[in-house]
């Protein structure tokens, strides 16, 4: 039964492989949304305790700048490694 199910689905192996690297990428991608050093994640933050007035705008306007600094860099790596 194995060999006749694999031969059947065969034509759908691409549509299976393309579902594949879709999951494999968003998860990921929500790995890093979700890591406490992710820059995205700091300033996500950052904005909700500035909402909170938790933060002042200074204190927000630092956070701020490091983050975009940090994904700036990332940015110019991932280039450089292309």
Do not use: F, H, K, N
């Amino acid at each position: 039964m194995g060999l006749i199910t694999g031969l059947l689905t065969l034509p759908l192996a691409p549509i299976r492989g393309t579902v594949w690297i879709a999951e494999q990428l968003a998860a990921e991608a929500e790995r890093e949304l979700r890591g406490e050093q992710s820059p995205r994640r700091r300033l996500l933050v950052a904005e909700r305790q500035l909402e909170l007035g938790l933060l002042t705008q200074e204190e927000y306007e630092v956070i701020e700048e490091a983050a975009l600094d940090q994904l700036e860099a990332e940015q110019e790596e991932r280039e450089w490694q292309t």
